[in-house]
């Protein structure tokens, strides 16, 4: 017996447009995929309890996890604008640092501040100074 293969015309097909799958699934995926097991299930063979008691845990845990996560997106946000507003508290003060590299400490008075890779950098008379480097601050005496 011999198979006949016919040319299948394909036009209204649009070839050029792709769905890019995701690389995660969200708990939207996870109680659509819930759903639709629960709808498609043999009414003659439900699922198991335990087994949905497992997939309503996962689920619960997956939901704590994505709310954690936006947590510590915001507290990070806001630890770097309390960084912020530490370095800029310095302005003026007094201060003593140990920058790498330098035998002798450096004595001055914080003049201005600026960021370079996200690390607060201070000018202490004519150098630079990192926050990290300050070993004192003192609030700088009257003239």
């Keep these: 017996?011999?198979?006949?293969?016919?040319?299948?015309?394909?036009?209204?097909?649009?070839?050029?447009?792709?769905?890019?799958?995701?690389?995660?699934?969200?708990?939207?995926?996870?109680?659509?995929?819930?759903?639709?097991?629960?709808?498609?299930?043999?009414?003659?063979?439900?699922?198991?309890?335990?087994?949905?008691?497992?997939?309503?845990?996962s689920f619960s845990t997956l939901e704590q996890i994505t709310n954690l996560g936006k947590s510590m997106e915001k507290f990070i946000a806001n630890s770097d604008s309390s960084y912020k507003m530490q370095a800029m508290s310095y302005l003026g003060m007094k201060v003593t640092a140990q920058p790498e590299g330098l035998p002798e400490p450096i004595v001055g008075m914080v003049t201005s501040m600026k960021f370079v890779n996200g690390e607060a950098v201070l000018k202490v008379g004519t150098n630079d100074v990192k926050v990290s480097e300050i070993q004192s601050v003192e609030y700088p005496t009257p003239a």
């Design 1 to 57: 017996m011999a198979l006949e293969i016919v040319d299948v015309p394909v036009s209204g097909v649009n070839r050029t447009t792709a769905r890019t799958p995701k690389k995660e699934m969200g708990k939207d995926d996870f109680l659509l995929l819930l759903t639709k097991q629960l709808q498609y299930q043999d009414p003659m063979k439900p699922a198991d309890n335990m087994e949905f008691v497992n997939q309503m845990a």
